[in-house]
C-alpha cells in the first residue's frame, strides 16, 4: 500500500512538473518558432498527389529539395503533374498510379518504390474521396464502403508497407491530412466524418506506439483543416466566413509543410477550430447541436457540385507486372 502510494505522488509529480514545462514551451513557441528541420535528399510520398492539395504539398516539399514519390489512382492526371514537377523542381520525381484502398496493390507498389528509388523517410496520407451529397440511408453502399477504403483502410496499408524501414533507422516522419470532420459531425457526410475520424484515432494510436517503443526519430503530424476551394468539396458553403472560411488551397498546402518542417504533432486549419475542440468539450449536447446549427454544420453540403471523377477502366499501377489487381469501376466518385 505504501509502495503503491509512492509510485501515485511520483505520478503525480511528473503530471505537474509535465504540464508546467509544456505549457511554458507552448506560450514561448508563439514568439520563437521551432526550428525548421532539413527534408533535402529525404524520400517523400504523397498519396493523392495528382491533383488539389496532394500536388501543392509535393510542389512545396520539392521546393526544400525531398525527392518526390507521386501516388495517385489517375494515371493520365498523375503523368501531367510529374512532367509538370520536373520541369520546374530541380528534384528527382518519381510517379505510381496505386489504388491506395487495396492492400495487395499498396503493398506491391511499395516494393517497387524501394527497388526504383529508396526507402521513404517522410508519408503523407492525402488521398482522399467523398461520396457527395446523400443522406446515408440513400449513399450507396459501394461509395460508403470505397470511402471507408481510401480514407481510413489506406493508412493501415501504407504505414505497414513503409514504417517498417522508418523503425529500423528510428528516422521518418508520419503525415494524416484529415478534416475538421474528423472533429465536428456535420450533415450528410456521416461516412466521410467518420473515416476521418477514424484516420486520426488511427494516427493518435501509432504515436503512441512510436513513443513507447522510444522511435523518438519518428515524428507524427495530425492536419485537420476545415473545408478547402478544391474540386472535392465544390459548392459547399460556409455559414461564417469570417469565422469558419472556406481555405485556400496554397496556403494550407505551405502550412502543412510548414508543420512538417517545425514537426507539429497537430495542425487545425483555421485557429478557430481549437476554440471550437475546446467549447465541444465543455458544451451541453443539445447546445453542441445548436452551434453546430450556428456555424453551418446541418446545410454545409446543400450546394455541392463537386467535381465527379468517372473510373471507368482500372489501370494496373505502372511498371508492374501483368499479375497485379484488377477490378473496373464504373461510378462517379471525388478525390481531392
Not at 513503409?162 to 457526410?189: D, E, I, T
Not at 453546430?292 to 471523377?309: K, S, T
Not at 505502372?318 to 481531392?336: A, E, G
Request: glycine fraction near 6%; include cysteine.
Amino acid at each position: 500500500m505504501v509502495l503503491h502510494n509512492l509510485w501515485f505522488i511520483k505520478d503525480i509529480f511528473e503530471l505537474i512538473v509535465g504540464a508546467v514545462f509544456y505549457f511554458f514551451e507552448a506560450f514561448v513557441r508563439l514568439f520563437i518558432p521551432h526550428c525548421k528541420k532539413d527534408v533535402e535528399g529525404e524520400i517523400v510520398l504523397v498519396t493523392g498527389a495528382a491533383n488539389g492539395i496532394g500536388k501543392l504539398i509535393a510542389k512545396e516539399l520539392g521546393h526544400h529539395g525531398a525527392t518526390l514519390v507521386l501516388w495517385d489512382i489517375n494515371s493520365d492526371a498523375l503523368d501531367k503533374t510529374a512532367k509538370e514537377l520536373k520541369q520546374v523542381l530541380d528534384v528527382r520525381v518519381y510517379a505510381y498510379t496505386c489504388d491506395c484502398s487495396r492492400r495487395s496493390e499498396v503493398y506491391k507498389v511499395a516494393e517497387l518504390v524501394k527497388r526504383e528509388v529508396g526507402d521513404v523517410s517522410i508519408l503523407v496520407n492525402n488521398a482522399g474521396m467523398v461520396t457527395g451529397k446523400y443522406t446515408f440511408v440513400e449513399a450507396p453502399d459501394n461509395l460508403v464502403d470505397r470511402t471507408l477504403r481510401v480514407n481510413v483502410a489506406a493508412h493501415f496499408w501504407t504505414y505497414k508497407a513503409l514504417l517498417p524501414a522508418m523503425l529500423q533507422r528510428n528516422h521518418g516522419h508520419l503525415v494524416c491530412v484529415a478534416c475538421h470532420g474528423a472533429l465536428f459531425a456535420m450533415n450528410a457526410l456521416a461516412d466521410y466524418c467518420a473515416s476521418k475520424s477514424a484516420a486520426v484515432s488511427f494516427a493518435e494510436s501509432v504515436a503512441l506506439e512510436l513513443l513507447v517503443l522510444k522511435k523518438e526519430g519518428i515524428k507524427t503530424t495530425i492536419v485537420c483543416p476545415y473545408l478547402l476551394n478544391t474540386k472535392m468539396f465544390r459548392g459547399c458553403q460556409t455559414k461564417r466566413p469570417s469565422f469558419l472560411p472556406i481555405l485556400d488551397q496554397r496556403y494550407v498546402a505551405k502550412q502543412i509543410v510548414d508543420a512538417i518542417l517545425q514537426e507539429k504533432m497537430y495542425l487545425l486549419l483555421p485557429s478557430s477550430l481549437h476554440f471550437l475542440v475546446a467549447l465541444k468539450s465543455l458544451m451541453p449536447a443539445k447546445l453542441g447541436i445548436i452551434f453546430v446549427n450556428f456555424i453551418g454544420g446541418m446545410d454545409l453540403m446543400d450546394h455541392f457540385r463537386g467535381d465527379p471523377v468517372p473510373i471507368i477502366s482500372y489501370k494496373k499501377p505502372q511498371r508492374q507486372r501483368n499479375d497485379s489487381v484488377s477490378d473496373p469501376q464504373t461510378t462517379l466518385i471525388y478525390y481531392n
